[in-house]
């Protein structure tokens, strides 16, 4: 068993920045990939960044490259998205998912997960 809880998310303005965690516990942390996932009102739930155990291999999807990192830290079992420039479509309930595996390129399938955390809302406005 993996518990994952997500904190960080508000309201901000367009331009912005703002810092998700997720801090994990249960199965050693630093054996399984992490990722951030998001769900927009009336949408899919859609893959934004995917890290490996070790945290030398990251993944992104193509809107967020350039203004999201993210970054994990085995030593305190959390991993992390920063996020710059935010823009109003970054609006949606951000999730942060245990893949128990090593695969990369990291798993972009919501289905492929094991684990979730219970999402923190991040509202960008314009």
């Known amino acids: 068993q993996v518990q994952l809880v997500e904190s960080g998310g508000g309201l901000v303005q367009a331009g912005d920045s703002l810092r998700l965690s997720c801090a994990a516990s249960?199965?050693?942390?630093?054996?399984?990939?992490m990722g951030w996932f998001r769900q927009a009102p009336g949408k899919e739930r859609e893959f934004v960044a995917g890290?490996?155990?070790?945290?030398?291999?990251?993944d992104y999807t193509y809107s967020v490259k350039g203004r999201f990192t993210i970054s994990r830290d085995n030593a305190k079992n959390t991993v992390s998205l920063q996020m710059n420039s935010l823009e109003p479509e970054d609006t949606a309930v951000y999730y942060c998912?245990?893949?128990?595996?090593?695969?990369?390129?990291?798993?972009?399938?919501?289905?492929?997960?094991?684990?979730w955390g219970k999402g923190t809302l991040v509202t960008v406005s314009s």
């Open positions: 998912a245990a893949d128990l595996t090593n695969f990369m390129p990291f798993r972009r399938s919501p289905s492929a997960m094991d684990y």
């Open positions: 249960g199965r050693t942390f630093s054996n399984y990939n």
């Open positions: 890290i490996n155990w070790s945290g030398d291999n990251t």
